[in-house]
């Protein structure tokens, strides 16, 4: 039973929108999954942009049409995480982003919302005719990892990624 639903984001969040990108900058995260968030101060010009990488005629050309879904508690409807689902795979994608990126807000972490968003995800997908998703993560990054293998995720190598001079594991997930 999870804790947590996926939502579009909307007008009614545009604070809580506000709230998540300051506490995402403050911890000088990385913004996986937010849709690029970090380059719009205005939550609403990033809502017009969200919305416009759903539909293929508005996405723009260098990017994959994608969903980006909010995740907000049950109990009070507060946006605890950021995660998008990717219709189709690039040449990019399909070697190092996946199909799913996701964070958790800073102050929410370790409360197990990151599986929770990331099983969500994978229900989406699945729905989506996408069988077989993708997932990666910096090799770095242990708490992705056992998010990726608490939802099934079967490890198939690791890919070199020159510009960011990091390894990326890529692991696959049969839904
Ligand atoms: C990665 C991230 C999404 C995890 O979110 P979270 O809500 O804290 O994760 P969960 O509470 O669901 O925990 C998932 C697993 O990671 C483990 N974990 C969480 N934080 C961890 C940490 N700092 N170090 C090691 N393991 C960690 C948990 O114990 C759990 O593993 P387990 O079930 O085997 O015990 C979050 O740290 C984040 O937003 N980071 C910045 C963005 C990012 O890296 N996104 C992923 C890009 S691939």
């Known amino acids: 039973m999870s804790d947590i639903i996926l939502v579009r984001?909307?007008?009614?969040?545009?604070?809580?929108?506000a709230a998540y990108r300051e506490a995402m900058l403050a911890a000088?995260?990385?913004f996986d999954g937010c849709g690029g968030l970090e380059d719009y101060e205005s939550p609403a010009a990033w809502l017009q942009h969200v919305r416009d990488m759903e539909n293929p005629e508005t996405c723009p050309p260098h990017l994959v049409t994608a969903t980006i879904y909010a995740a907000v508690?049950?109990?009070?409807?507060g946006m605890v995480g950021m995660i998008d689902?990717?219709?189709r795979l690039n040449d990019f994608l399909a070697e190092y982003?996946?199909?799913i990126g996701y964070s958790v807000r800073p102050d929410e972490r370790r409360k197990g919302y990151a599986k929770q968003m990331l099983a969500l995800a994978l229900d989406e997908a699945k729905k989506r005719g996408i069988n077989r998703v993708l997932v990666t993560c910096d090799e770095k990054n242990a708490a992705s990892a056992r998010t990726i293998?608490?939802?099934?995720g079967v490890f198939e190598r690791n890919a070199w990624l020159e510009d960011e001079k990091q390894t990326v594991r890529r692991?696959?997930?049969n839904v």
């Open 149 to 152: 293998l608490a939802n099934g």
């Open 73 to 77: 508690c049950k109990t009070d409807y």
């Open 97 to 99: 982003g996946g199909h």
């Open 85 to 87: 689902l990717r219709h």
């Open 171 to 173: 692991y696959w997930i």
């Open 28 to 30: 000088e995260d990385s």
């Open 9 to 17: 984001p909307d007008e009614t969040m545009l604070d809580e929108i």
